[in-house]
Each structure stands twice: as C-alpha cells, then as structure tokens.
T-cell receptor, first 116, second 114 residues
Framework: DTEVTQTPKHLVMGMTNKKSLKCEQH?????MYWYKQKAKKPPELMFV???????INESVPSRFSPECPNSSLLNLHLHALQPEDSALYLC???????????????FGPGTRLTVT | DQQVKQNSPSLSVQEGRISILNCDYT??????FLWYKKYPAEGPTFLIS?????DKNEDGRFTVFLNKSAKHLSLHIVPSQPGDSAVYFC?????????????FGGGTRVLVKP
C-alpha cells in the first residue's frame, strides 16, 4: 500500500478565514512533506518533517503553519492567506529523509485551495 | 535559478513507439534522480529512480539513463501506450548535502496517440 490521503480535495476560503489541510499515511514512513504547486509549474517544497520534527522550512510565510501530531498525520494550518496562495497543496511521505540513503517520496492527490 | 530543467514542454508520440524525455541539471551535488508522472487532479506518481553511481536503471517499459559528465538524464518509455499520456517531472536530490529534499524540473507533457 503506497497510499497517501489528503482532505479536503477542494477548499475555498476567504482571506480572514482559518482552515486546515490534513494528510495521512499508513506506510510506516517517518518523513512527511508539504509541497505547493501552481498551475503549469513543478511542485515546490514547503516543509519537511522527519520523525515528527520539523527539519526543513523553505522560508514559508508564517500564515502557513505545519503540524505533525504523530508519525501518520501531517496538518497544514492556514490563516490570513492571500489570493496568490491559491494552488494545489501536495503532501508526500517517504521512509526517511535524512542521511545519505535515498528514499522515494509518495504523493497524495492534493488539496486544491482557492483563496477569495 | 532553475537547477533542474526539462527543455521540452511537450512531446507527442505514436502508440507503440519510444518516448524519450530529457532532463538537465546544473547542481553537481545532485546524486539521486527520480521521474514522476502526473495526471490532472492527481498527485505525482513515482516511476523510477537512479543513483549517481549508476548510468542506467530499468523497470519494465521504463529505463532511465544518467550521464553525469553532461549532467543529463533521460527517461525512455517503450512501447508507449495511451495511458502514458501525462505530465512527467524529473526530480533531483543532493543526498549528502540536503537529504531527500527534491528539486523538480518544469515537466514535459506527453501525448501518446493511438
């Protein structure tokens, strides 16, 4: 089973709203990732969690707040977003993320976010 | 500065023929490379990977070739099937420097005609 699930599939929110994106995997992976993908562009890394600890933050604005409650779950809390934050938000997981071992990342289907 | 480039935004190929997708990189620290396939409204699906200690890796219809001196890799799909129509992303990581942080190319849209 190489499934990563994400909810919701679509989200429309206003600039003053607070919402959360959720990601779940049951593959025993110890690394989880958030990516942002704009139309006709490649995915861009936002955050990496390794063993439930934030290991990489790619200078993401504080209106995006990640959380890893346990090894299977990853949340992205959204607050005071801008219309330019509208994008597909992808979650991924891999067996590991640090060190020199290579791990394939498995992606979820994404949440299509529209900020109005 | 794009460290991973896919210079062909699109590719059209006849069913049964070979599809060749190309990818160039500039960062000499990259030592692990992956190809992903993406359908609309879905997340990228891992296809095949290659470590910098190899120059070829094969998995079924998919073969990835790596030319380190040219900083170039390619994905061959043979025979191409209509279900292969998708956007293909090349990705790279510098394992020794930054673990499994992936940098993606811009993607190549492949259309396989029946």
């Amino acid at each position: 089973d190489t499934e990563v699930t994400q909810t919701p599939k679509h989200l429309v929110m206003g600039m003053t709203n607070k919402k959360s994106l959720k990601c779940e995997q049951h593959m025993g992976h110890r690394a989880m990732y958030w990516y942002k993908q704009k139309a006709k562009k490649p995915p861009e890394l936002m955050f990496v969690y390794s063993y439930e600890k934030l290991s990489i933050n790619e200078s993401v604005p504080s209106r995006f707040s990640p959380e890893c409650p346990n090894s299977s779950l990853l949340n992205l809390h959204l607050h005071a977003l801008q219309p330019e934050d509208s994008a597909l938000y992808l979650c991924a997981s891999s067996q590991g993320s640090v060190g020199t071992a290579a791990y394939e990342q498995y992606f979820g289907p994404g949440t299509r976010l529209t900020v109005t | 500065d794009q460290q991973v480039k896919q210079n062909s935004p699109s590719l059209s190929v006849q069913e049964g023929r070979i599809s060749i997708l190309n990818c160039d990189y500039t960062n000499s620290m990259f030592d692990y490379f992956l190809w992903y396939k993406k359908y609309p409204a879905e997340g990228p699906t891992f296809l095949i990977s290659i470590s910098s200690i190899k120059d070829k890796n094969e998995d079924g219809r998919f073969t990835v070739f790596l030319n380190k001196s040219a900083k170039h890799l390619s994905l061959h799909i043979v025979p191409s099937q209509p279900g292969d129509s998708a956007v293909y992303f090349c990705a790279a990581s510098a394992l020794r420097a930054a673990g499994n942080k992936l940098t993606f190319g811009g993607g190549t849209r492949v259309l396989v005609k029946p």
